[in-house]
């Protein structure tokens, strides 16, 4: 174990004015318990103050800073030196936005319209069920929000929708599928009719090629496939 | 060029929320309950409201059911009190506490995951400093979502928004804030992605910016919390108040400063020090690791300062050990399986069988811009700028005086979220004002000087400075030698940030312009709370001066500072309202300047 790590970061730029894209090359040593967002920072501070890059907490619970290293989707903010070095095998990475988004500029995409997917499924209650618990919570049995409760630490980072094999223009995404599925869980809510049919509509489950990708990527260990298979068993037409 | 610096278009709506975080959304949902098919624009600095800061909040909501048949609301107002080193406002104690459990109702109903017990009922947590029967024993009062409530409340409050239609606008910032005849009319907008600045009038407008922790080093915080909101206050001539109650979080990872959850001691976890001493008894005798935050930060900072630390040899820090090994599995992988797994991935241990390392780390402001129980802000004692609100950890109710119990930030946005959308529906009859002549002035003036400056020097390397100065002289503990050190300091660092060169020339998203915009904030912000922590010579919270070590009457009060003008800061005060004492009803001795052991 090394305490820094010279690194070769290939990044992909991107300059919104010229429309232009190319490849930049950043050499620098970083010690080994750095995070990728610590190593952009240290580059912006010390050598290129243009490099543009997303990120809000930095320890993983937002999902703003994912992007793709050596081809995988992750968070930048998860990704340790010396972790990064073990599992690729490399010190060299080459960096390149998610392609999920339109690009705004170098590895920032516009997630907003990504969202668009997402917000597109209703990712809240439409018509609450009947409360017995009047003035008081709904009670949900422990058992019965098991079920779901995974699905329910999504934070639409955009990773499994990277990883997808579907197209992103005309499949509704791993991530909006799991908003729509947590809902359906959710014994709050009566709306299911509209529900299921977006689920089960041309942009639905049956353009998901089962791959479990998605699972594979997720940063919040999600099992998402699971999930998108409960809905193409046809778990929820009641 | 110059042509980048106008107004690009102006929009109206009824209103204006700047921050889209759990006290924004929770006002826009009053305003939409109240006024259905309202027009609300939120601004947000983040990419999508749903990674607001909000998200980040771990351990859970207070508040007491009326069904609880120990719990009683007045434990939690005075546990409040007590923990605020008697600084809180006692009128806001009665009205958030007394809202509570309403509130928290309101989000479970519209979907919000809270854990439940065995029954199917909401489970309850203990935390820090709440207690039954004035201090008796631990109070099971905090609601909870795992260890991510905060996630809980955001997506919760987002999908209200969506539904009832909320405009959003991304990634934009505020950089000035618009008056005419007095009242607030909205504010400037610069849009990152479009590159361009706009305006937004409304008829009322809500401050919900959150905190300003990237000042210090080792700060929780995320990003974006730059404190904008402290100088869209103070360039408007607003007061900030108590700036300098800022508070450290006993427990952040060693290197990032990642929140590792109080949350973490609630479920039995053990703060021991070199020698795997458990510590926190000789300092907090009753409640142990569960004392009140500033407490237990300047318990461990001590422990360190006496030789009882461990050095991290990747990151040169001295820190104390947390040690959870002793939990049972179902505690690791159920109840705090988040905060447990920043362990595992930023530091690379497993917390089952490893002792954690962890040190203070700047976590909340509780100073912030002065408002009464409705939100509304104030320029002095009880004179209101018609129009503007401001709520959240922004704001300074004050809900927290000096020092914030966990899981009563929560609290607060849910609560006073909701009463500011009260009142700013009221104000939805009014004529829309017509823009200010001079709008966007000092706007322009700022971003082109950022864009026309030439010289060598770096902008990380001032940031970095400022951040070290102010964690190691306006940190856990302050005296006045290292206060006054720090207040040169930066002024230095801000004459140093004309020497900045900005090499892109673009708007649309030039995150080195962004950045040197937001280093005039944190500067800004910087001195204030410096300014303030040397001016009150007494110690109160998180606010400690090693050279007043105890509580002084003549600092009964709370501090207002106005900067208009870098450097110069005017201190004034606000009572603190007494309003429980005074009423002399049952356990009123309670409220009065009590002594604080834990």
């Known amino acids: 174990m090394q305490e820094n790590y010279d690194l070769t970061l290939r990044i992909k730029r991107y300059n919104p004015e010229e429309k232009r894209s190319w490849m930049q090359e950043y050499r620098l040593p970083a010690g080994r318990i750095l995070r990728f967002t ?45 972790n990064a070095v073990a599992q ?24 907003e319209k990504a969202y668009a997917r997402v917000e597109s499924v209703k990712p809240y209650i439409i018509t609450p069920a009947e409360n017995r618990n009047k003035g008081g919570e709904y009670q949900i049995p422990p058992q019965v929000m098991d079920q779901y409760v995974e699905a329910t630490r999504c934070i639409n980072c955009f990773c499994c ?47 998901c090629h089962t791959s479990k990708a998605c699972s594979f990527v997720c940063p919040k260990e999600i099992d998402v496939a699971h999930f998108i298979a409960l809905a193409k068993e046809g778990r929820f037409k009641r | 060029m110059k042509e980048k610096f106008r107004i690009g278009s102006t929009q109206y709506c009824d209103v204006l929320v700047i921050g889209a975080g759990g006290a924004g959304l929770r006002c826009a949902a009053e305003v939409f309950q109240r006024k259905p098919g309202a027009h609300v624009v939120a601004v947000t600095k983040v990419a999508h409201p749903q990674k607001s800061h909000t998200t980040t909040a771990q351990g859970g909501l207070a508040a007491v059911d009326p069904k609880d048949p120990i719990d009683k609301p007045i434990y939690h107002m005075f546990d409040t009190w007590k923990g605020s080193d008697c600084m809180a406002d006692q009128n806001i104690l009665q009205k958030v506490i007394d809202a509570a459990w309403e509130e928290i109702i309101w989000l479970e109903n519209r979907g919000m995951h809270l854990s439940r017990d065995v029954d199917g009922k909401l489970g309850k947590r203990t935390f820090g400093g709440h207690t039954v029967n004035f201090g008796e024993a631990s109070a099971f009062r905090a609601v909870y979502e795992a260890d991510r409530t905060g996630k809980g409340i955001i997506d919760t409050l987002w999908g209200e928004a969506l539904r009832e239609g909320i405009v959003f ?20 907008i610069f849009r990152q992605k479009e590159g361009e600045f706009v305006a937004v009038l409304a008829k009322a407008t809500v401050l919900s910016m959150g905190g300003c922790g990237q000042v210090f080093r080792v700060t929780t915080n995320c990003r974006q919390n730059t404190g904008d909101y402290l100088v869209l206050a103070l360039e408007a001539g607003l007061p900030v108040m108590d700036p300098e109650a800022v508070q450290f979080h006993p427990t952040g990872i060693v290197g990032p400063g990642i929140l590792a959850s109080e949350t973490l001691r609630s479920v039995g976890g053990i703060l021991r020090n070199k020698d795997l001493d458990a510590f926190m008894v000789r300092y907090a005798p009753k409640m142990k690791d ?40 179902h505690v690791h992988d159920v109840q705090i399986p988040e905060v447990a797994s920043f362990f595992r991935k930023f530091v690379n241990i497993n917390p089952k069988k490893e002792l954690c390392p962890i040190r203070p780390s700047n976590h909340y402001h509780m100073g912030g811009i002065p408002t009464d129980e409705f939100g509304r802000v104030e320029k002095g004692p009880g004179e209101f700028i ?25 609290l607060e946005l849910i609560t006073m979220g909701k009463f500011a959308g009260e009142k700013a529906v009221e104000l939805l009859g009014e004529k829309p004002e017509e823009m200010p002549a001079d709008a966007g002035e000092r706007t322009f003036a700022q971003f082109s000087g950022f864009l026309g400056t030439a010289g060598k020097a770096s902008l990380g390397e001032i940031r970095q400075t400022m951040q070290a100065v102010m964690t190691e002289k306006v940190g856990v503990f302050r005296e006045a030698k290292g206060l006054q050190e720090a207040i040169s300091k930066l002024e230095e660092l801000r004459e140093r940030t004309a020497e900045v060169t900005v090499s892109g020339k673009s708007l649309t998203m030039n995150q080195e312009l962004i950045q040197c915009w937001e280093l005039k904030n944190l500067l800004a912000v910087s001195m204030v709370i410096a300014q303030g922590a040397l001016n009150r010579k007494d110690s109160r919270g998180g606010h400690f001066r090693e050279d007043y070590p105890e509580r002084h009457e003549e600092f009964n009060e709370h501090t207002l500072a106005y900067m208009t003008e870098f450097g110069k800061v005017v201190f004034g005060k606000r009572p603190v309202d007494m309003s429980l ?17 834990y």
């Open chain 1, 38 to 82: 610590d190593v952009l920072r240290k580059i912006n501070d010390e050598i290129d103050p243009t490099l543009a890059w997303n990120s809000s907490c930095e320890h993983a619970q937002c999902g703003t800073c994912s992007v793709q290293v050596n081809g995988k989707p992750l968070l930048a903010c998860e990704l340790l030196v010396e």
């Open chain 1, 88 to 111: 690729f095998g490399t010190t060299t990475f080459t960096i390149k936005p998610i392609p999920i988004a339109p690009l705004v500029r170098d590895l920032i995409v516009d997630l």
């Open chain 1, 161 to 207: 929708a990277t990883a997808c094999i579907s197209s992103h223009k005309n499949f509704l995404g791993p991530n909006a599928i799991l908003a729509s599925v947590v809902r359906l869980m959710d014994p709050r809510e009566q709306a299911r009719e509209e529900r299921l049919k977006l689920l089960y509509s041309e942009r639905g489950v049956y353009r």
């Open chain 2, 169 to 188: 606008m991304n990634q934009g910032m505020a950089t000035e804030l618009l008056f005419s005849k007095g009242r607030c009319v909205g504010a400037v």
């Open chain 2, 290 to 329: 569960l004392a009140p935050r500033d407490l237990v930060s300047r318990a461990i900072e001590t422990e360190i300062r006496e030789g009882r630390g461990i050095l991290n040899p990747d990151h040169k820090i001295e820190h104390v050990w947390i040690d959870l090994r002793h939990l049972p599995d």
């Open chain 2, 386 to 410: 018609p129009g503007l609100f401001a709520v959240g950890e922004c704001a300074a109710a004050s809900l927290h005086g000096f020092n914030r119990l966990g899981t009563n930030s929560l």
């Open chain 2, 581 to 597: 004492f005074e009423a002399k009803g049952a356990h009123y001795e309670k409220f009065g300047m009590i002594e604080r052991k």
